[in-house]
């Protein structure tokens, strides 16, 4: 399990920018289990290290490229689309919030939003099926909306200025190296959010790309940042 660890942040937050898949939502072990099998049955065999190392926290784009890169197989249109309408069905079915969220959104004082890698489809279905709809409307940005995906840095500066807060005064939350990376590539304070079902399993070098803050559960977000709360404590 990843270690807790804590590095300065300063108070001056004005803005919390949150991944969705492996942050808002435990979706990536449901992700993973989909995307393998369908891979399988077009003999592309890989591992769930290989997906945690690979696929984490980038968009279908650069999965289809990778997969092209390391085994000559081209990933249609037609398998996007089926990949994405097996995942919403498996969504409906099983796809969880991470635990101990609503307490925290319920008391964030500064503004919020959403930047993710996922399509406007994946991304509306999980906050539907979660009910977290109504802490983000209308803040929710997806990697259809910049010319490069994470690890560049065009998203999370692409959410700040539509929520008119400088880069400087933003905070990110993310689990992946993708994310992490783009998140100090757009000049951004960084928190890895570990508490997701990927990576409490696992002891992958995913967890390790930066020196930057990690909780293991969304009860220690207002201890490492008390001026983002609207209340004195949080229960966790």
């Given at each position: 399990?990843?270690?807790?660890?804590?590095?300065?942040?300063?108070?001056?937050?004005?803005?919390?920018?949150?991944?969705?898949?492996?942050?808002?939502?435990?979706?990536?072990?449901?992700?993973?289990?989909?995307?393998?099998?369908?891979?399988?049955?077009?003999?592309?065999?890989?591992?769930?290290?290989?997906?945690?190392?690979?696929?984490?926290?980038?968009?279908?784009?650069?999965?289809?490229?990778?997969?092209?890169?390391?085994?000559?197989?081209?990933l249609t249109e037609a398998f996007r689309d089926n990949y994405r309408a097996a995942l919403i069905s498996v969504f409906a079915k099983e796809l969880q919030k991470t635990d101990g969220l609503n307490a925290i959104l319920a008391d964030l004082k500064v503004k919020s939003c959403v930047a993710t890698s996922g399509s406007p489809e994946k991304v509306k279905n999980s906050l539907h099926y979660t009910q977290l709809e109504s802490y983000f409307a209308g803040h929710v940005f997806t990697s259809s909306e910049v010319t490069n995906g994470k690890p560049s840095p065009d998203l999370f500066l692409h959410a700040a200025k539509k929520m008119a807060v400088a880069p400087e005064h933003c905070l990110v939350i993310e689990d992946s190296n993708a994310g992490v990376s783009a998140a100090l590539a757009a000049n951004?304070?960084?928190?890895?959010?570990?508490?997701?079902?990927?990576?409490?399993?696992?002891?992958?070098?995913?967890?390790?790309?930066?020196?930057?803050?990690?909780?293991?559960?969304?009860?220690?977000?207002?201890?490492?940042?008390?001026?983002?709360?609207?209340?004195?404590?949080?229960?966790?």
């Open positions: 399990m990843p270690q807790t660890t804590t590095f300065s942040i300063p108070e001056t937050i004005e803005l919390v920018i949150f991944d969705c898949d492996g942050v808002l939502v435990d979706s990536e072990m449901l992700s993973q289990r989909v995307l393998l099998s369908m891979l399988k049955d077009l003999g592309v065999v890989v591992s769930k290290q290989y997906f945690l190392t690979n696929f984490l926290g980038f968009n279908f784009e650069h999965v289809t490229a990778k997969v092209f890169a390391d085994f000559s197989v081209t951004m304070h960084v928190i890895r959010y570990a508490g997701a079902s990927h990576l409490k399993s696992s002891n992958n070098s995913t967890q390790a790309l930066a020196d930057v803050s990690t909780i293991t559960h969304w009860n220690q977000l207002f201890k490492q940042i008390p001026s983002l709360s609207s209340s004195a404590k949080i229960e966790g």
